[in-house]
């Protein structure tokens, strides 16, 4: 049955399309994987007066010889009354001492009571860290960044046969296809097989990046067969989720859509003209960060995609692992193929393992 291919530059990616597309139309195909007061006295009394003592009155004259005249008698004066002594006030009675009382002792301080010591706040809770999103592992220069081209060693086992693919996908910028705008990868791949001669093929995919979404709108490929070429396109309406580097982990997200395609055959190409449609469910989820080895070395911190495409009866779902800071797939897993990176290249840049202790993937 048909299955959707991954985006990634990578025989997993293209392959699956190829098998389902073939399959749909001829009996053999080729195969592939995708936070104060005073007081005073009265007057003083007043002295009464004494009467004056009443006159003697004098003797009639006779003839007897003149006597000599009395001295008049001296007055007598009258008596000063003595004055009567003012009463001795009255001394105002001196007012009892008030008894001193005895000093009381001073109280005895009473002792501050020692405060009970507060009790240790409560610590705060630690908050839980947030999910870890995958947005790590984008690089979008790699799609939408013109020239950029990316080389790519796998080690392959597909069917029970090991492989050596050598993949090189360089972006060539933007295009307009079925009325979008789409980036355009080119994809070449070497396949080597011991004792075998090398198949070649290339292909174009082509990309809608929104945000951390990418979308996979068509792909077309052009492979060897039968001394011919086959070329097999297809067209995704509405474009498939192929990777949401905004999941958190845990998170999913589903789609379906439906699935245009076409096999021509030019040469001596065995395969006949066939076209077809098929609808699919298509459901992305970000397991979350982990570690992950393969023969290019051990990655620390590897962002794994589970993808669980469900078309008619078929149901596939597929794994992969890519690599924080490139976004380079590093391993792929599809039922019992697989696919792991021995060594990669961007532009000039060596893409290398963050650790290097042993570890194994879950």
Known sequence: MPSTSSMMPSPELARRWRRVALLAAMAAATTACGGGSGGGGGPLPTASAVPAPAPVPAPAPGPAPTPAPEPAPEPVPSPVPEPEPAPAPSPSPSPAPSPTPDPSPAPAPTPAPTPAPAPAPAPAPTPSPAPATAQACLNSALYTQAGTVARYEYAV?????????????????AVNLEGQTAWRLAVSETVSI???????????????????????????????????????????????????????????????????????AAGSAATPPSAGNWTSEVTLSFVGLETVQVPAGTFSQACRFEQRLVTGGSVQVSQRWLAAGSGVLLKAVNGADTQELVSARIGDQVVAAAARTRASTR
């Open 157 to 173: 086992r597909q069917g029970g046969v090991d492989q050596r693919v050598q993949v090189t996908s360089t972006a060539e910028g």
């Open 194 to 264: 011991s004792g075998q001669p090398d198949q070649l093929s290339s292909s174009q995919h082509h990309v809608l990046v929104e945000g951390t979404l990418l979308r996979l709108l068509a792909t077309r490929s052009d492979f060897a067969q039968g001394g011919g070429t086959v070329t097999q396109a297809i067209v995704l309406s509405p474009p498939a989720p192929e990777l949401d580097f905004g999941l958190a982990a845990g998170s999913s997200r589903t789609a379906s859509t439906s699935a245009r395609w076409s096999l021509g």
